[in-house]
């Protein structure tokens, strides 16, 4: 099940995550997104647990995009 988080960042408009299932829907502010699943799922729940320890911009590049993840869909606004 996905879970949004609730935090505003300059490159990410929303990012909702699965832990269960290691996925991270990812909506930029440019209006793309991207679903990437083989997200670290340690990763996941630490996000989880303290949204605001780190931006979530920092977040998606370390652990979606320049991670070993899978884009498994593209979206377009």
Known sequence: MFVQTY????????????QDGG???VFFNNGSGYLYSGVNKKQIKALLSNPLAQSFGKWVNK?????ETTISEYYTA
């Open 23 to 25: 996925l991270a829907r």
């Open 63 to 67: 652990n979606c995009v320049n991670a």
């Open 7 to 18: 935090k505003r960042s300059s490159a990410i408009d929303s990012l909702e995550v699965d």
